[in-house]
């Protein structure tokens, strides 16, 4: 799905003091002491080639340099493969550590792939590549805050916007940002789905409110679904988000 663009109050939201703050303050809430990743504990998880026994890489535009891809979700290593890799491949997905992540990139630094890209969005060209040759699992732990701790302040902003949206008749304008969303932010969230079923009801698109139930299904999230029956059947549309 291409960019839809975002609207400009929320790209100057996005650029603004008080959002790289948010920001900091999750990536260190996430690293506290009870709810930091161990080392030892899986946490991320790498594209494989079934045939060819190897990764896929990502190519740096800055330099031409070699990158491997790892994701923070299975989700979203699939949706990556799906989208971006030949489809007459087969491909498994493998869970690492911090710790075995490590291991992982100083082998394959040998063999010239020296960086790491960590959950690329397969439907955007801009992506950070980290040098791999000073990670430690510590580190790798903390580069792994910093990328949630975008995806969670990005997607509450995006909510956020997309519900006064709804809530004001703006619907194709929620419907379009919480489109976004999930293509760009965070698609396995059930809350992007839940408010945009909503919005479907309101825009009386029935492919629209299958698809977001279908997501609900596909990820097993009854209870998420159950909420959005309630609405529809109930025809009360109140754009919430939340469980």
């Known amino acids: 799905m291409p960019t839809r663009g975002i ?26 002491s009870s709810r930091r990743p161990e080392v030892e504990s899986p946490l991320f ?7 060819q026994q190897s990764f896929p890489t990502i190519k740096d535009p800055e330099d031409g340099s070699l990158c491997l891809p790892v994701f923070s ?28 992540l490590v291991r992982m990139l100083q082998d394959l630094s040998e063999v010239g ?19 791999s040759a000073s990670i ?9 805050s910093i990328i949630k701790a975008t995806e969670l302040i990005r997607l509450d902003l995006y ?29 396995d969230d059930p809350r992007v789905h839940v408010l945009l079923g909503q919005v479907a ?20 999230l009854n209870s998420w679904e159950r909420k959005l029956d309630e609405v529809v059947q109930s025809g009360s549309l109140n754009f919430e988000f939340e469980d």
Do not use: M
């Open 7 to 32: 609207p400009f109050d929320l790209a100057e939201q996005e650029t603004s003091q008080e959002h790289s703050d948010r920001h900091d303050e999750i990536a260190r809430w996430l690293c506290e």
């Open 45 to 51: 998880v790498e594209i494989l080639d079934v045939k």
């Open 73 to 100: 979700t299975p989700f979203r290593a699939a949706d990556y493969a799906r989208t971006l890799l030949d489809s007459s491949r087969s491909f498994s997905y493998l869970s690492s550590s911090p710790r075995e």
């Open 113 to 131: 792939v020296r960086k790491f890209v960590l959950d690329r969005c397969p439907r955007c060209n801009v992506f950070c590549a980290i040098h």
């Open 136 to 144: 430690t699992a510590d580190k790798a732990i903390e580069c792994w």
């Open 159 to 187: 909510l956020t916007h997309a519900q006064t949206y709804a809530r004001t008749g703006k619907l194709f304008a929620s419907r379009d940002l919480l489109l976004e969303a999930a293509a760009h932010v965070s698609f």
């Open 201 to 220: 009801v309101a825009l009386y698109d029935r492919e629209l409110l299958r698809e977001a139930k279908a997501f609900l299904q596909f990820f097993k």
